[in-house]
Each structure stands twice: as C-alpha cells, then as structure tokens.
C-alpha cells in the first residue's frame, strides 16, 4: 500500500508537470530513453579517457601473474605436539612479457626456490615457466613460456623522471583471493628518486638507486612493471615500506636501465658479470649520519682496479661518475649499474689533496678464479688475496670459499655458499685443492670437524661423512 501511494504521487507531480504543455498528449510525456540493451555499447566521453586510462591499456596485455609451488618444509620436533601442516607452500607474484617468445621479467624473490612455476596471460592462459637465470643482487629473474606471438611491454627510462608525475603500478595483488586474470591497476606519483635502502628482514638484494612512488603496490605486486603516462615501463616493483604487510603510499622500484642490463645478460649468458672496483669502504648501518665527507676506503685489492688507479687504504672517495658520495649505499648504488670494463671517475681526497682518479672495473675474482670440485656438487675457489678483498675473509689461513653448493649438501654438512673453509680436524688448509683432498681422504661413517669462517666469525662444525 505504502509503495503504491508513493507511485501515485510520483506519477501525480510528473503528470502535473506535463499539464502546463498544452495539448501534448499522455503518450508525448510519456517519452523516456529506454535503458541500454545489455550488451550494447556507448561512446565514452573523452573527458573519462585520461592518460591512466590509455597508458593501462597499453601495458595490461603483456602483464603476467605468475604462481609458485614451493619446497615442503623438513619436519620438525614441533611437528610432534602441533601436527605438521598439510598444505603445499605457495607463492604469488607478477611479471611481464619482455619479448613475443616468452621472455619474462620478475623478481628474483617471486620465484626463488621455486619447484613449480605457472604463467598466467592476461586471457587467463596458462603456461609452465622455468627460470632462465636469477640475480639475487639486483632482485631481477628471467622466465620463459613456450608461448609466441605474445604483446609486449615497451620500455622506457627512468633518468629522466620528474618528481610529482604520473606513476601506474601494474600487478596481481592478493592474486590467491581473485579469481581473474587481468592485471589490477593503481595510480599515483613519482614521490621520489634515487632512494636508497638499507636491506634488511627477507631483503637480500641490494636496493639502491630505486624509484619511489605512492601508487598502490600489495603483496603479489612484486615483479609487476611500473609504467609512465605514455604506457612506458620505467620500473619493476619490488618492495614496500610497511608495518601491516599493506601499501602505506611508500612503494620502490627497481629502475628498468638496470632491470633491462640484468636481463639482457641472463638472457644472453644466464649469468650476470658484476663489475668489480677492487676496494671496499666502510660500511655504517646509521644511514643519519650523512657526511658531506664522503666515504672511507677500508681495503684495496693487491694488483686490482682501485690499487691500478692509485688508491690507497684511507683514502676517502667524495664522488664517484658526478655523484657526490655520502653514504656507503651511494657507493652501492653507483657499483651496481656498472658493467665489466666501464670506468669509474672518482675524486678521492689523500691528505688534504683531492684528485680525480680513473678506476677501470674488472670481472670478480671469484669469477675468473680456478674453481675445484668436492662431494659432487660443492665449488671451491682458493683464497686468494684478490678474492679475500671481494669477500672480506678476515682469516690469515687463507682456505677455500664455497662459490657453489647443492641444497642435499648444504643440508648435510650445515654449511652455505660464501663460508670459507680452513681447516679439517686439526689440520690448516690454505687453498681450494687442499680443502678437495682432506675430505676426499675422509672415510665414510667417520666423524670429522670442520673449521669454516661465516660472515667473519670462526666457527667448528662436528660432522660425519655419510655412506
């Protein structure tokens, strides 16, 4: 009754209205435009087509979720009073197609250990993709698909950005609870450039150099293209300044120049070529210290680059390649965009003497050294003073630095790719051949202890060889 009074009056004040017309009849006034057919399609005002709109749309094709199985967890003693959990670990994160074969950039962190990965296409295809070859240290992966004719993403740059202009991050968040496949698109600035980040928690790359924006980056974003008003990818997203876990408006991403390098060399070598200065500096984890002093050179590498260039223990470096040098980050930040051969114009100040000095960067000596082989699937190099620089071994023994480890091995013995090995029983070992033939002589069921040195502590390690 309510609902049919109020129908009434409706119908009364719109007839009413239609009075004042003269004799225009019930069926002129009448006249409605009838709803849009479902289906059917209208003209969009171009006022709503805005740049976001335009620039989505041209990245959004080539924009890839990509799904990860990860390696079940070894039980536990805990296991025994809460249960052992039976779910598959799994692991989401984004990407986008580089090249129309199935090339594929993301993040090193998306796909890491990963035992089975799954491409999702924007058509919600999906792929099997298998990791071409990682960088930890720039946080950059190359994937492929046995897919062609695939859209691709165009690229950029990001030397050029202007603070305060349009950014759009491109991803899969929560891509567990969403059931599509198209990519999510979130808007914001350039907040800021050049920003450099103290790695810690699960960081393990080096973050400097990075692109910061406020637009929306969530857990799944990562490996996502950050992409300009023009539908330009200028960046990957990769990490977040968070206390929840969500977006709090302080999202980086890695520039697309050192995405781009990184990439091009897995792709062409399945490695990346560090460039290598031959110097460390001191390193500060108190970032608010920033000097106007520059930084101090801690060690120089005998007969590398740096000891080549004329730079000494002491000295302090204030500029490297025009960027003034306050932090040991911004040291960072400048090593990581070399390449193998390019050259460093440093101004390093002696004394009370500044001077520019020209550094040519190297391979890493741990690259070019003589690699041995023990327990099918350990890689030794010999320390040599060169690779006790690049490392910072701070033993006088000398030994031999694990370069490659299988994971059954490291499991087995509880060592890590990067500890030094030393020693055996009470027996010194002063380089990689030293090291293959003591444990070689080792007899299985026999006990033995290992004396390794760990991020530049000393520790002994109690094992046996198995059958």
Same mark, same amino acid.
């Given at each position: 009754?309510?609902?049919?009074?109020?129908?009434? %009056?409706?119908?009364?004040?719109?007839?009413?209205?239609?009075?004042?017309?003269?004799? $225009?009849?019930?069926?002129?006034? $009448?006249?409605? !435009?009838?709803? !849009?057919?479902?289906?059917?399609?209208?003209?969009?005002?171009?006022?709503?087509?805005?740049?976001? %709109?335009?620039?989505?749309? &041209?990245?959004?094709?080539?924009? %890839?979720?990509?799904?990860?199985?990860?390696?079940?967890?070894?039980?536990?003693?805990?296991?025994?009073?809460?249960?052992?959990?039976?779910?598959?670990?799994?692991?989401?994160?984004?990407?986008?197609?580089?090249?129309?074969?199935?090339?594929? =950039?993301?993040?090193?962190?998306?796909?890491?250990? $990963?035992?089975?990965?799954?491409?999702?296409?924007?058509?919600?295809?999906?792929?099997?993709?298998?990791?071409?070859?990682?960088?930890?240290?720039?946080?950059?992966?190359?994937?492929?698909?046995?897919?062609?004719?695939?859209?691709?993403?165009? #690229?950029?740059?990001?030397?050029?950005?202007?603070?305060?202009?349009?950014?759009?991050?491109?991803?899969?968040?929560?891509?567990?609870? *969403?059931?599509?496949?198209?990519?999510?698109?979130?808007?914001?600035?350039?907040?800021?450039?050049?920003?450099?980040?103290?790695?810690?928690?699960?960081?393990?790359?080096?973050?400097?150099?990075?692109?910061?924006?406020?637009?929306?980056?969530?857990?799944?974003?990562?490996?996502?293209?950050?992409?300009?008003?023009?539908?330009?990818?200028?960046? =990957?997203?990769?990490? @977040?300044?968070?206390?929840?876990?969500?977006?709090?408006?302080?999202?980086?991403?890695?520039?697309?120049?050192?995405?781009?390098? %990184? $990439?091009?060399?897995?792709?062409?070598?399945?490695?990346?070529?560090?460039?290598? !200065?031959?110097?460390? @500096?001191?390193?500060?984890?108190? *970032?608010?210290?920033?000097?106007?002093?520059?930084?101090?050179?801690?060690?120089?590498?005998?007969?590398?680059?740096?000891?080549?260039?004329?730079? &000494? !223990?002491?000295?302090?470096?204030?500029?490297?390649?025009?960027?003034?040098?306050?932090?040991?980050?911004?040291?960072?930040?400048?090593?990581?965009?070399? &390449?193998?051969?390019?050259?460093?114009?440093?101004?390093?100040?002696?004394?009370?003497?500044?001077?520019?000095?020209? @550094?040519?960067?190297?391979?890493?000596?741990?690259?070019?050294?003589?690699?041995?082989?023990? #327990?099918?699937?350990?890689?030794?190099?010999?320390?040599?003073?060169?690779?006790?620089?690049?490392?910072?071994?701070?033993?006088?023994?000398?030994?031999?630095?694990?370069?490659? @480890?299988?994971?059954?091995?490291?499991?087995?013995?509880?060592?890590?790719?990067?500890?030094?090995?030393?020693?055996?029983?009470?027996?010194?070992? &002063?380089?990689?051949?030293?090291?293959?033939?003591?444990?070689?002589?080792?007899?299985?069921?026999?006990?033995?202890?290992?004396?390794?040195?760990?991020?530049?502590?000393?520790?002994?390690?109690?094992?046996?060889?198995?059958?």
């Amino acid at each position: 009754m309510v609902i049919r009074r109020i129908a009434a %009056v409706l119908l009364g004040i719109v007839l009413s209205g239609c009075r004042g017309q003269g004799n $225009a009849s019930a069926q002129q006034v $009448a006249v409605v !435009p009838p709803p !849009p057919r479902i289906g059917a399609t209208r003209a969009v005002d171009a006022q709503r087509r805005t740049a976001i %709109v335009d620039a989505s749309a &041209k990245v959004a094709p080539a924009v %890839v979720s990509i799904h990860t199985i990860l390696p079940t967890p070894r039980p536990s003693q805990f296991d025994f009073f809460f249960g052992q959990s039976q779910e598959t670990p799994q692991g989401f994160g984004t990407g986008f197609i580089l090249r129309s074969d199935g090339i594929i =950039v993301t993040n090193n962190h998306v796909v890491e250990n $990963a035992q089975q990965i799954t491409v999702t296409l924007a058509d919600g295809t999906d792929a099997d993709g298998r990791v071409l070859g990682a960088d930890p240290v720039t946080d950059i992966a190359v994937l492929k698909i046995n897919k062609t004719g695939l859209p691709v993403v165009t #690229l950029g740059r990001s030397s050029d950005l202007m603070i305060g202009e349009w950014a759009i991050a491109l991803g899969n968040p929560y891509a567990y609870l *969403l059931g599509n496949s198209e990519p999510t698109v979130t808007a914001g600035v350039i907040s800021a450039t050049h920003r450099n980040i103290m790695s810690g928690g699960n960081m393990q790359g080096v973050y400097v150099g990075m692109i910061q924006t406020d637009a929306a980056i969530n857990p799944g974003n990562s490996g996502g293209p950050l992409v300009n008003a023009l539908g330009e990818v200028i960046g =990957v997203n990769s990490s @977040i300044f968070s206390n929840t876990g969500e977006s709090v408006g302080l999202g980086f991403a890695i520039p697309i120049e050192r995405a781009a390098r %990184v $990439a091009n060399e897995i792709i062409a070598t399945s490695t990346v070529r560090r460039a290598w !200065p031959g110097l460390e @500096i001191v390193t500060s984890g108190n *970032l608010s210290d920033h000097r106007t002093g520059g930084v101090q050179v801690r060690t120089v590498a005998p007969g590398g680059p740096a000891e080549r260039a004329g730079i &000494k !223990p002491g000295d302090v470096l204030v500029a490297a390649n025009e960027h003034p040098l306050r932090t040991y980050l911004d040291w960072e930040a400048v090593k990581l965009d070399l &390449k193998v051969g390019d050259v460093i114009t440093v101004s390093a100040k002696s004394g009370a003497t500044v001077s520019a000095r020209r @550094i040519v960067t190297g391979d890493l000596p741990t690259v070019t050294a003589a690699r041995v082989q023990v #327990l099918r699937g350990m890689d030794l190099v010999t320390v040599t003073p060169a690779v006790r620089a690049e490392r910072n071994v701070t033993n006088q023994f000398g030994g031999a630095l694990i370069v490659k @480890i299988q994971p059954d091995i490291a499991t087995q013995f509880g060592i890590q790719k990067g500890d030094v090995i030393y020693g055996i029983n009470q027996q010194p070992l &002063k380089t990689a051949d030293e090291v293959a033939k003591a444990l070689g002589a080792v007899r299985a069921g026999q006990m033995f202890i290992l004396r390794i040195e760990r991020n530049g502590r000393d520790a002994s390690v109690q094992l046996r060889m198995d059958q």
